[in-house]
């Protein structure tokens, strides 16, 4: 086999890019050019992403067409974007032809409306992508490719591969085959290899199954990959609301999805707004995501610092308290990330049920106490031996308990109350939840201070 | 379409449940099972796991091989092991006959070693399992099946379909037929769709594609699915250390890997220990999980209490700086953990490189020093207009400036650190960057105060 190790890309790309420059360096732009289309698309598009804008424009005009298409479509869509405005009008429609009417839609979406619409105007399989305009991204309309072979329940086997013969579709093609009426409405589905085995002269009504699971277009693209993952399909057809097929979603879309949400979600529990952003990113994106969470941060701070300066003069005369104040607030922190994740995650999984949340929570609440009472004993036992003091420990233990039972409460519940309230469960929960573990956290062990207070001094 | 409407799983499981329930009451088992088997297998399963121990004991032994079979490749693995056990040696043999190889191997893998030896001596397709069994779960050779047909290339492509016609696979089969030579090594591929269009006489050599990507064994899953996943693959071929061909991967198998692996990430961020852990566990699993690393948090909160408590005299002094020391931890905290999600994704994505650990870094230094200042003046002008006291501010805005300069580099570099010593990136990041924070955040923050303190009082 000619090939590579398998998970060299990297080095791959890398000795790739040193050849490119090179022969960029030598003015031989042919050769840059041959190295960059021996690589896979996949890791032509990380290789031609690695480029600086100069080499990226020698190179990009003298692509032929069906390798610019390529590269529009494993670059991200905000790139791919950018390198379609610096084409010629002509040559973008020639490519955004050769392209998937998804990924073409995807690009369009992302262009000034002007050039979209001149580009659109010059396209020779506009009708394809036109549809797909109107559904925003992150829906089942937005992810559908309207490239679909679709077969007649009264034809034959034999009819339905001549038409598959016939069909200019991608070479990857889907491996499905879904059947409709004279409405245009979805009858059932046709897997390939069944239609290879079958008699030619078998109607497609024999073979076909009509069970067919489908999505309507307004779906969020996050229900879809779901779905596609419980029932393992490697293609899903999309109908509008009145059942008529109108594309099909493939497997390799859902799985950027299930990463992107995975991503968003891990962003999200971190104080992070976006899923575009990554460690890649330019600084002063990356800033203008980070900063304004750790501003919404700092307020909570300085509420829970406020709740502090409430008991300010305590501290004078028991200055012990500001040593141990931060452990209450903190585990209260620390086990609200706990079922946190486990909430956000089980609503991403679609684990949780409404009608088991009293369940859930009652489960929550009884490892709250019993984890509360477990740090509760040995922090104030440890805090006794440390200090000598065996009321301090007393109060450790109480409000530290106090305050982990708190923090499970609140780290489960705040992701369904957002999504109840039809909002993404991650977002915010963190800040939400550590501004109440704080601010509860200081009042409680203070509060327990004060009142017992001739017992500490 | 007799076909409920998408996403209503939910609801559609719930009712079958009553039917069952009331039916089993009733004494009517044949009719809870017609109920129990009208559901999709995914849901079948899902269904079945809710059910009490009881029914599932009186209808597991009425369910037929098949639908058995479906049952256990649906089902949690250690789920599937335990009702295995209940089941004869001779049944279990049949049914393991029925599933999926890759998916057999994980039930006789949970199963006590004297259950799979005799179940395994009574199966008919054992040759089908036995390779797999060497295999850890979490590698190529633990996700792949043995089930494939493969080609020569001298073969024809009528031949080919001939071949397909008479294996016996299920349904949902392999789209990519891999060719392989006298040697039984992968020579090439040949997509389902180009086999059916080919003219029947065609050689395989002609329409096969030489330049497959595969994995061998013992490559681990995380690889894998970010190898499919980047290169759009809906199979992927396993192959010995010397090439020869074993079985495939399929994208279904690396849609769960993605999902798990997501929530592993999710998890650990959280101080969690494994992804089998859900909402919905048990409490006493939840608490053998979860306690242990609120412990961990313990030790280092008390870590932190006495970096504190060298400084204890000072609030006898000073009061106030117990109100804001908590801000400067907090902040170093969030911040932290910004980097630490932006660099453990990464790193899980496959989006960082080694040689560019400097340039990273170099980034997350000047986004650290740009947050630095912006929230240190921020809080330090504030806490000066509210306290009245300029050095107070001051203190407070060097503080926050060098602990969330370290926050990003600490919570950077973690997850890099723990992946070059071959660790989990994810694992104990969290706990480790916020005892680095904390500490360094009380450190820094009472040390200046103590140099300045005849200023503050």
């Known amino acids: 086999m000619a090939e ?4 060299m890309e990297e080095q791959l790309i890398e000795s790739t890019l040193e050849e490119i420059r090179t022969a960029l ?3 031989r732009i042919g050769d840059a050019i041959a190295a960059l289309t021996r690589l896979h698309p996949a890791d032509r598009a990380d290789a031609f992403e690695e480029l600086d804008g100069d080499a990226q424009s020698t190179i990009l005009p003298r692509l032929d067409i069906p390798a610019t298409a390529d590269l529009l479509e494993e670059l991200e869509d905000e790139e791919a974007a950018d390198v379609a405005q610096y084409m010629s009008t002509e040559r973008l429609a020639d490519v955004l032809d050769e392209m998937e009417p998804d990924e073409a ?5 992302d262009l000034p409306p002007e050039t979209a619409a001149l580009a659109l105007a010059e396209m020779d399989d506009a009708e394809e992508v036109i549809p797909l305009l109107g559904h925003p991204d992150e829906t089942a309309g937005g992810l559908m490719t309207t490239w679909l072979v679709t077969l007649r329940p009264e034809e034959t086997a034999a009819e339905a591969i001549d038409k598959l013969r016939h069909a200019e579709l991608e070479e990857d093609g889907p491996y499905y085959l879904y059947v409709i009426d004279d409405a245009d409405s979805l009858v059932g589905v046709v897997g390939l290899r069944d239609l290879v085995i079958a008699d030619p002269k078998t109607s497609i009504t024999k073979i076909m199954d009509p069970e067919v699971k489908y999505a309507t277009t307004g779906i969020d693209q996050e229900d879809v990959a779901r779905m596609m993952a419980h029932y393992d399909l490697s293609s899903l057809p999309v ?4 059942g008529r097929l109108l594309g099909v979603i493939t ?4 799985v950027d999805v299930l990463e992107e949400e995975a991503t ?3 962003y999200r529990l971190a104080h992070l707004s976006d899923a575009d ?7 002063s994106l990356s800033v203008r995501r980070r900063l304004p969470w ?3 941060n700092t307020l909570t701070a300085m509420f829970a610092a406020w709740v502090i300066s409430n008991f300010e003069g305590i501290f004078e005369q028991v200055a012990v308290l500001a040593v141990f104040q931060g452990v209450v607030a903190g585990m209260g922190g620390n086990a609200a990330t706990q079922s946190l994740a486990l909430s956000v995650r089980a609503i991403a999984l679609g684990e949780i049920a409404l009608k088991d949340i009293w369940r859930t929570i009652a489960k929550e609440v009884l490892t709250g106490i019993i984890q509360g009472v477990s740090v509760g004993i040995v922090v104030g036992f440890g805090v006794y031996l440390w200090r000598g003091n065996p009321w301090l420990g007393l109060i450790l233990a109480l409000a530290l308990f106090a305050n982990m039972l708190v923090a499970v409460i609140v780290g489960t519940m705040i992701p369904i109350i957002l999504k109840a309230l039809r909002q993404d469960p991650a977002l915010a929960s963190a800040v939400l939840v550590t501004a109440v573990t704080d601010s509860v956290g200081f009042a409680i062990f203070l509060g327990l201070a004060t009142l017992l207070l001739p017992l500490l001094t």
Do not use: N
């Not at 590579?4 to 998970?7: A, D, L, S, V, Y």
């Open 4 to 7: 590579p190790q398998p998970f």
């Open 25 to 27: 360096k030598a003015g």
């Open 105 to 109: 839609a995807d690009v369009l979406g």
């Open 239 to 242: 109908v509008d609301d009145d």
């Open 251 to 254: 497997v390799d879309d859902v």
């Open 264 to 266: 968003e979600d891990i």
């Open 277 to 283: 952003l990554s460690i890649d990113s330019p600084v």
């Open 294 to 296: 750790l501003f919404l």
